[in-house]
Structure formats: C-alpha cells, structure tokens
C-alpha cells in the first residue's frame, strides 16, 4: 500500500527524509501522520523514524544548513526545522526497563524492535519516503478496519506505561467504530490494571481525558472507560452517565466540541486537583456548572460569564431540564453578552466611595438587569 497526501509530496519532508537517506541512514515517517491519512483524517505533526543516532541527525541536519534542537536528546529525539515546518526525528528505540511511567531506553537498529515499543497497533506504521507503507506488526489491517489494538500482549503494554488505558480510550474516541465497541482484550485488561491508574501524574491524566473529550463523540469511549472502573480512579465522583445527551444536545446546537464543556458534564469534582488543569480552564468548568445549575436568566448568564462560556451552561442546563428552549434561551445569552451596563463609578462619585461605591454600583447593575438591560443611564441613576 503507498500512502498519498499533500505533507507526503511537501519538498520539506522529502528534504528532512533526504538529510538521513544521504548520510547513509534510513528514513521512515511513522505515528500519527501515517494513521492519519490511511483514515483520511487530518495530520497534525509528522514524525520522522531512524536508524541513525542522534549526533548524526543532528550533524546531517546541521550540514545541510537547517536549524536543529535537541528537543529530547537522552530519549532520542531531534527536532529539524525546514522553512518554518518541524519534524520530529527519533531514533529506533526499545524499552529496556520500564516501571508504569516512564522507560529506560536503548537505541536500537531494527525497525521491528522501534516498532515493539509502542503502544497500539495503528501507532505501529511507518512509510517510506515513497510513500509505501511498511507494516512491522500487522497494523495496517487494524487500521483500515479501525480496530484499537495493544500490540501483542495488552496486559504487558498497560504495565509498560499505565497512560495507555488512557490512550487505548482516547484513540478509540477518535477514530475507532462505535459499531463494534472496543477490542475485548484490551478493555478486560484496561479493568484489571485500572489500579496503574494511581501512578500517573495528575498532568499526563489531564493532557490525555483532554485530547479523548475533544473527539467528536467521547461518549461511547467514556461510558467504557467507566465500567472498567478507570473514571472513577482518576476523577472520584464523577460520571460519564450524562455525556451522551450533552453530546447530542451539542450536534443540535452545532456546537464545536469544547473539553471544558464535556468535564462540566461528569459532575461536581475537583478537576484542576485531579487533572492540573489550568487556572483559567478549572474557572471555566466552575462557571458553566455553577450556572447551569443556578436559575439565572440566560441573558443574565450571557452578560455574566461571555457567550461562549453561557452557551456551554445553557446546553448542559438542557441536559437536565427541558431543551426545547435552547435555541431561543441562546439567543438571549448572545444579546445579554452585548450588553454595556451604562454606569461607571464616576458617575456616582462623589456621592459614594469606598465600600459603598461597589455595593451601590451592584445595586444599579441588577435593576439594570432586572430591566432586561433596556433601562438608559439617566433612568439607572434616578432610581
Ligand atoms: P497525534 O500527534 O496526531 O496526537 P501521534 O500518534 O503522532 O498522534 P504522538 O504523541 O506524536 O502521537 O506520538 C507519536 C507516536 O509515539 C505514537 O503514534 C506512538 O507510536 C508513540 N507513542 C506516544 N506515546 C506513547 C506511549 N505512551 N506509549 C507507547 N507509544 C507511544
Ligand atoms: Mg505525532
């Protein structure tokens, strides 16, 4: 099979290509750019596979005049900038050691062993510079018939490194067949292993639910990773239960998917503890819960909280009541976002400081409010 894209043809990933077959060595693209295009889906970044240590990477990129980091050297990996586009070049590796984490590392010469030490069989392709396809491990079949598969042994590639019971979900979210569910294996050894879960640190956890919920549908995949006991270990009180009803609530609605929208649905836990989530995004969860569940008026919460972020309460309020009102309760969060409240402290100063002067700027804001955002300025400070 030969793959063909656009990145494929770009004269830069030839030319990074070209810089390791020159200097004697071999090139193969492999991961996520190779699985992309065999399922038709976008490619995000292109990662180059080697034969060739990463001092020579470095010395044939440097010869050739493009400019090198040493993104991760002590794992093997080489970064090679091409008129603005970067690859990622990572020697053959093998696993020599590896404790649920992290791995000790040896180089390795064979394309089989680089192969070996990944995780799933889809991530297991590679492709010549020509495009053909080169297929160690047998997942090219799994692929094009989207089947997430553990290489060889699931039970083995879980103890590796536990992140993959994330993984396994996260890239059956993406691109497996709900149809067909998740590979029997795998998931009986995602439940038995759940307990791994505990090792991981709380940001590898974090990036990982993140990249499963920002999949078109993460419900299926969601619901799974619950019952084998993997949500509540790595969020304890959440619930994947409503998910599926939000996600259809947001196919109405033609909503993007949003992982801060989708977190805000499993419940009330405390998400930037659990997932080290940033400041901004654990505020934002905390808003669109807080008001989904309050009885704020939609325009109210659009002129509070911003469109974007009212939308995502109002859609998770219709999980819970009724969502015949979405698309007019939507609309009004949109003009109540618009709204300029007409008074500033200027206009009540003197009169009031300090204390007062915000208690009664508040005063005026919820008559303001309370009028639907139509009184006028002179009317407000009357009152
Ligand atoms: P994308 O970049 O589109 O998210 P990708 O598959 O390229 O997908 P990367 O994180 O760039 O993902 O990883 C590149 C490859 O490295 C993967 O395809 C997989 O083969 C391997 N890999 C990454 N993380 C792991 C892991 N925890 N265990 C085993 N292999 C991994
Ligand atoms: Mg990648």
Same mark, same amino acid.
């Given at each position: 099979m030969r793959l063909k894209a656009d990145w494929l043809e770009d004269p830069r990933a030839q030319a990074a290509c070209a810089l390791l077959v020159d200097a004697g060595a071999q090139a193969f693209f492999v991961g996520g750019c190779v699985r992309n295009t065999l399922l038709g889906t976008d490619v995000s970044d292109i990662d180059i596979a080697t034969n060739a240590r990463p001092d020579a990477v470095m010395k044939a990129a440097e010869e050739s005049g493009f400019h090198v980091v040493p993104t991760g050297i002590e794992h093997g990996t080489v970064t090679v900038v091409i008129e603005q586009m970067p690859f990622e070049i990572t020697t053959f590796r093998r696993d020599v050691e590896t404790d649920g984490r992290r791995a000790v590392i040896a180089f390795a010469d064979r394309i089989e062993d680089d192969a070996l030490r990944r995780d799933l069989t889809m991530n297991a392709l590679y492709a010549k510079p020509s495009g053909d396809v080169v297929d160690p491990l047998g997942g090219l079949q799994d692929v094009l018939a989207r089947r997430i598969r553990f290489i060889a042994d699931a039970r083995a590639r879980i103890r590796e490194d536990y992140l993959r019971i994330l993984r396994f979900f996260r890239f059956f979210a993406w691109y497996g067949d709900a149809e067909h569910g998740l590979d029997a294996e795998g998931l009986a050894a995602c439940t038995e292993l759940?307990?791994? #879960?505990?090792?991981?640190s709380k940001e590898r956890i974090g990036n990982e639910l993140t990249k499963l919920l920002q999949s078109p549908d993460p419900a299926p995949a969601m619901a799974a990773f619950a019952q084998t006991g993997g949500l509540e270990r790595i969020l304890p009180g959440a619930s994947a239960k409503d998910l599926g009803a939000l996600v259809q609530l947001e196919k109405h609605n033609r909503l993007a998917p949003s992982a801060t929208r989708r977190l805000a649905s #499993?419940?009330?836990?405390d998400f930037r503890a659990r997932l080290r989530l940033s400041k901004a995004d654990a505020k934002e969860v905390d808003d669109i819960q807080t008001a989904a569940f309050s009885t704020r008026l939609p325009a109210e919460i659009g002129y509070r909280l911003g469109y974007q972020t009212a939308q995502d309460a109002l859609i998770l309020r219709g999980v819970y009541s009724d969502a015949q009102n979405l698309p007019k309760d939507i609309a009004a969060a949109e003009r109540g976002a618009k709204a300029?409240?007409?008074?500033?402290a200027a206009d009540i100063m003197p009169r009031f400081s300090g204390v007062e002067l915000g208690a009664e700027l508040r005063r005026l804001e919820a008559i303001w409010i309370a009028s639907d955002f139509t009184m006028r300025r002179d009317a407000l400070l009357s009152f």
């Open positions: 759940a307990d791994g #879960l505990y090792q991981l #499993l419940g009330r836990t300029t409240f007409p008074i500033s």
